[in-house]
DNA sequence: CGGATATCAGTGTAACTGAAATAA
DNA sequence: CTTATTTCAGTTGCACTGATATCC
């Protein structure tokens, strides 16, 4: 059934870590192809678009909270998106160790764009799949996610 | 119902690539973790390690197509391998540009050994579902591997 | 003081790119 | 001459670690 030496081996195949290393992988190229179109250039820089979008202005630290995104990783990145000009940071008046960072309007509009893209891929991506299969694989990685802890 | 400043937004987390990301970087821990016990070092190493039990002895350029890993890639994961006497690389003397890599004594001892310990991983990352959404999602992740090309 | 925040410098893994040398 | 294989040298995105200065 399987001795085409160009196919993964079995064990591979059926190892649900692997297979999600793989469709991951994919995903991720489909989604930073999508951006790059649209001279987006991460794909965690469209996550904390969206994030400010969604929450409002935020500190560093509950942005990274939220995203799952490492304190560290997030400094370099708003510094690249505040080097764009799609956000600010300014210091917190009433707790000056914070920066509140802010989605200009210019991040607003690449959001939109962006948005598109990110949308277009994600079809890209589920495509072989039925619309039932569609969520229901949805709703098993979310079911991951919850007990994911961090 | 979703206010807590400390859960990604909504936008995300019901977005299937972003959650992939997610669920696979959970999974690469859970297995890097397992491995690790063991002396294990990477996850791929595990992947040649299978690979070549279940296929027999491969050239670099087909065990490279097998697993998707890179030409490049493979080549350094392989001299690790070598280097620890997992594997033996030796000049296909019917093909003078390819290197027939063999699992040895030593590699097949090991690949039981790590084989347990990712086995305990999976357990860990599928524990939050039920038996049939465990096969389920297998599913729908081969179903998506199978239409993504490379 | 302890605890939180932002910042800075560095590591590790995986994925990828481009080019060379060798052999079919 | 073209193609395939191995090898080498580099880059990038992402995740992570540890340390420091600042502020609550």
Redesign the pocket.
């Known amino acids: 059934v399987n001795d085409d030496p160009d196919d993964p081996p079995g064990r591979l195949r059926e190892l649900p870590s692997w297979q999600l290393?793989?469709v991951a992988?994919h995903a991720?190229?489909l989604v930073?192809d999508a951006l790059a179109q649209e001279g987006g250039?991460?794909?965690?820089?469209y996550a904390v678009l969206a994030a400010l979008a969604e929450h409002g202005p935020a500190?560093?630290?509950?942005?990274?909270r939220a995203l799952?995104?490492?304190?560290?990783?997030?400094?370099a990145l708003?510094?690249e998106l505040d080097a764009d000009g799609l956000v600010a940071?300014v210091r917190?008046e009433?707790?000056?160790?914070?920066?509140?960072?802010t989605l200009t309007r210019a991040g607003g509009v690449a959001l939109k764009r962006l948005d598109k893209r990110v949308q277009g891929a994600q079809a890209k991506l589920l495509a072989p799949l039925s619309p039932a299969d569609r969520t229901e694989l949805q709703r098993l990685l979310a079911q991951l996610l919850e007990r994911a802890g961090?």
């Open positions: 290393a793989q992988n991720a190229r930073a250039r991460r794909r965690q820089h500190s560093q630290a509950d942005l990274g799952w995104i490492d304190r560290s990783d997030l400094h708003l510094a940071r917190d009433r707790d000056r160790r914070r920066n509140v960072v961090r």
